[in-house]
C-alpha cells in the first residue's frame, strides 16, 4: 500500500481508501480511478490524500478499465440524537472522565521518567467519550463545563478532546476518524511535559523568552505523538493546534492550505476551552465572550465556517453554563434546545436577588407554560457558588 497526494493520482490507479481530507467524504467501496473526471471528483469533494495499492495499478484505456467507484457523503445522521436522558448518563460521564484524568497523570509521569504512553489506554478512552457523547453529548458538555480551576493542565486536554468528538460528530464524521482525533486532542499539550515547571506553572504572564520555551511544547507533542505510532491525523492535531490561517501561529508557522480541516477544528476548540477557563490568576470568560473574541480572528486566524458550525452544534449558552433567568433565579445549563438555542432546559437552584438558595428544579425554557427567559451568563464568583459542590450533590445521580 502507498499513500500519495490527490494531484498525483492517475487513472488506472487503485485507491483503497481516503487517508487526509478537507471534507468528509468516503470511497464507497474501493476500485480503480477511469479517468481524469473521476480524479476531479475526487478533489472536489476535499480529498488530500488516498490510499492506492501500486500491485493493482491498471495500464489500459479508460474504457477498458473497470467502472470507478463512487464517491459518496456518509449517511446523514441528526447529530442532536440522544438515546438517553442526560440524568442517566452523567453517572457513567463523570466517572469516565475521573480515570481519563488519571490517565492523563500517568502520562505525563511516563514521559518524564522516559517510558512510552500507553496508545491502547488513550484509544479506549476516546472510544469511551465518542460513545457517551453519541449516546447523549450534553452530559461530557456538561462536566467539561463545571472545572476545578487548580487542574487545568489535565482537564484541558480531557475538555478539548469532548468538544472535538461533538463537533466532529456534528459534522457527520465516520467513527474511525472521530476517534484518532479524540485521541489526538487528548494528547495535545503531552510536550508540555518537557517544559520547566517554573515556566509551565507561573501563575503571571510569561516573559518573552518564557513564552519562546513554551510555545515548544507543541512541537514535543508532535514528536511524542507522532513516535508513538497514533497516525498522522493525531500527530497533526498534536502539533499543529497554535497554528494560525495567517501563517502568525506556532511552532512552525504553517499557514492556509498547509493546515487540515482538522487542525482548523483544533485550533478553535483549543482556543474556546482556554479562553473560558477557571485559573488560579484569571476568571474564565463566559462562552458568549469567547464566541465573539474567535469571531474577531476570523477570517485571517480562524476558520469562520468551522467556527459557525462549532457555536451552532454547542450552542449560544452551552451546557454546563451558570445563567440566570429574569425571575432572577440562577441555574446551570442541562440539556441543549437545537431548535431554540435561546430556550435550554435549566437547573434552578439559587435566587439572585434575595441571595439565598431554592428548591432545586428543572425549568425547560421552551416550555410555553413557562412565564420565564434567559437573561444572561453568569459567573460564580458574583454569587459566591461552588458549581463543583452543587454538581456533586444536586446533578448526580
Same mark, same amino acid.
Given at each position: 500500500?502507498?499513500?500519495?497526494?490527490?494531484?498525483?493520482?492517475?487513472?488506472?490507479?487503485?485507491?483503497?481508501?481516503?487517508?487526509?481530507?478537507?471534507?468528509?467524504?468516503?470511497?464507497?467501496?474501493?476500485?480503480?480511478?477511469?479517468?481524469?473526471?473521476?480524479?476531479?471528483?475526487?478533489?472536489?469533494?476535499?480529498?488530500?490524500?488516498?490510499?492506492?495499492?501500486?500491485?493493482?495499478?491498471?495500464?489500459?484505456?479508460?474504457?477498458?478499465?473497470?467502472?470507478?467507484?463512487?464517491?459518496?457523503?456518509?449517511?446523514?445522521?441528526?447529530?442532536?440524537?440522544?438515546?438517553?436522558?442526560?440524568?442517566?448518563?452523567?453517572?457513567?460521564?463523570?466517572?469516565?472522565?475521573?480515570?481519563?484524568?488519571?490517565?492523563?497523570?500517568?502520562?505525563?509521569? !511516563?514521559?518524564?521518567?522516559?517510558?512510552?504512553?500507553?496508545?491502547?489506554?488513550?484509544?479506549?478512552?476516546?472510544?469511551?467519550?465518542?460513545?457517551?457523547?453519541?449516546?447523549?453529548?450534553?452530559?461530557?458538555?456538561?462536566?467539561?463545563?463545571?472545572?476545578?480551576?487548580?487542574?487545568?493542565?489535565?482537564?484541558?486536554?480531557?475538555?478539548?478532546?469532548?468538544?472535538?468528538?461533538?463537533?466532529?460528530?456534528?459534522?457527520?464524521?465516520?467513527?474511525?476518524?472521530?476517534?484518532?482525533?479524540?485521541?489526538?486532542?487528548?494528547?495535545?499539550?503531552?510536550?508540555?511535559?518537557?517544559?520547566?515547571?517554573?515556566?509551565?506553572?507561573?501563575?503571571?504572564?510569561?516573559?518573552?523568552?518564557?513564552?519562546?520555551?513554551?510555545?515548544?511544547?507543541?512541537?514535543?507533542?508532535?514528536?511524542?505523538?507522532? !513516535?508513538?505510532?497514533?497516525?498522522?491525523?493525531?500527530?497533526?492535531?498534536?502539533?499543529?493546534?497554535?497554528?494560525?490561517? !495567517?501563517?502568525?501561529?506556532?511552532?512552525?508557522?504553517?499557514?492556509?492550505?498547509?493546515?487540515?480541516?482538522?487542525?482548523?477544528?483544533?485550533?478553535?476548540?483549543?482556543?474556546?476551552?482556554?479562553?473560558?477557563?477557571?485559573?488560579?490568576?484569571?476568571?474564565?470568560?463566559?462562552?458568549?465572550?469567547?464566541?465573539?473574541?474567535?469571531?474577531?480572528?476570523?477570517?485571517?486566524?480562524?476558520?469562520?465556517?468551522?467556527?459557525?458550525?462549532?457555536?451552532?452544534?454547542?450552542?449560544?449558552?452551552?451546557?454546563?453554563?451558570?445563567?440566570?433567568?429574569?425571575?432572577?433565579?440562577?441555574?446551570?445549563?442541562?440539556?441543549?434546545?437545537?431548535?431554540?438555542?435561546?430556550?435550554?432546559?435549566?437547573?434552578?437552584?439559587?435566587?439572585?436577588?434575595?441571595?439565598?438558595?431554592?428548591?432545586?428544579?428543572?425549568?425547560?425554557?421552551? !416550555?410555553?407554560?413557562?412565564?420565564?427567559?434567559?437573561?444572561?451568563?453568569?459567573?460564580?464568583?458574583?454569587?459566591?457558588?461552588?458549581?463543583?459542590?452543587?454538581?456533586?450533590?444536586?446533578?448526580?445521580?
Amino acid at each position: 500500500m502507498k499513500t500519495i497526494n490527490i494531484k498525483d493520482l492517475e487513472p488506472g490507479m487503485f485507491v483503497v481508501g481516503v487517508i487526509k481530507q478537507a471534507g468528509h467524504v468516503r470511497v464507497k467501496n474501493q476500485g480503480w480511478v477511469r479517468d481524469e473526471k473521476g480524479i476531479k471528483h475526487l478533489i472536489q469533494s476535499g480529498v488530500l490524500e488516498v490510499e492506492i495499492d501500486p500491485d493493482k495499478t491498471l495500464n489500459h484505456t479508460p474504457e477498458e478499465i473497470p467502472a470507478v467507484e463512487e464517491v459518496s457523503q456518509p449517511s446523514k445522521i441528526d447529530p442532536w440524537h440522544k438515546s438517553v436522558p442526560v440524568e442517566a448518563e452523567l453517572g457513567q460521564a463523570t466517572k469516565m472522565y475521573e480515570q481519563a484524568k488519571q490517565l492523563q497523570e500517568k502520562a505525563f509521569t !511516563d514521559i518524564r521518567d522516559g517510558r512510552t504512553i500507553n496508545v491502547a489506554e488513550f484509544k479506549e478512552t476516546a472510544s469511551g467519550f465518542i460513545d457517551s457523547v453519541f449516546r447523549n453529548q450534553d452530559a461530557l458538555a456538561c462536566i467539561a463545563r463545571i472545572r476545578d480551576k487548580d487542574g487545568y493542565l489535565l482537564e484541558h486536554s480531557l475538555n478539548v478532546s469532548i468538544l472535538m468528538s461533538i463537533l466532529a460528530k456534528h459534522l457527520g464524521f465516520d467513527r474511525a476518524l472521530i476517534e484518532e482525533l479524540a485521541t489526538g486532542a487528548l494528547l495535545h499539550d503531552i510536550g508540555k511535559i518537557k517544559i520547566p515547571d517554573d515556566i509551565l506553572q507561573k501563575p503571571e504572564k510569561l516573559s518573552e523568552n518564557e513564552f519562546e520555551i513554551m510555545r515548544e511544547h507543541a512541537r514535543y507533542s508532535h514528536d511524542i505523538v507522532k !513516535d508513538s505510532g497514533l497516525g498522522e491525523i493525531a500527530a497533526e492535531i498534536a502539533g499543529f493546534h497554535h497554528e494560525r490561517l !495567517d501563517g502568525t501561529g506556532y511552532p512552525y508557522a504553517k499557514k492556509g492550505e498547509e493546515l487540515s480541516q482538522y487542525v482548523r477544528m483544533i485550533s478553535i476548540v483549543d482556543v474556546y476551552d482556554a479562553l473560558t477557563a477557571e485559573r488560579v490568576y484569571k476568571i474564565g470568560m463566559t462562552p458568549i465572550q469567547a464566541f465573539k473574541k474567535l469571531k474577531a480572528g476570523c477570517p485571517h486566524q480562524f476558520d469562520e465556517a468551522l467556527l459557525n458550525q462549532f457555536i451552532h452544534c454547542i450552542g449560544m449558552y452551552p451546557v454546563g453554563t451558570l445563567v440566570k433567568l429574569k425571575s432572577h433565579r440562577v441555574g446551570i445549563v442541562t440539556a441543549s434546545n437545537p431548535d431554540s438555542p435561546l430556550q435550554p432546559v435549566v437547573k434552578v437552584f439559587y435566587n439572585a436577588k434575595n441571595m439565598f438558595h431554592v428548591e432545586v428544579r428543572d425549568v425547560d425554557l421552551s !416550555d410555553k407554560r413557562i412565564d420565564d427567559e434567559l437573561e444572561a451568563a453568569v459567573k460564580p464568583e458574583e454569587f459566591g457558588l461552588d458549581l463543583i459542590k452543587f454538581f456533586r450533590h444536586s446533578m448526580l445521580p
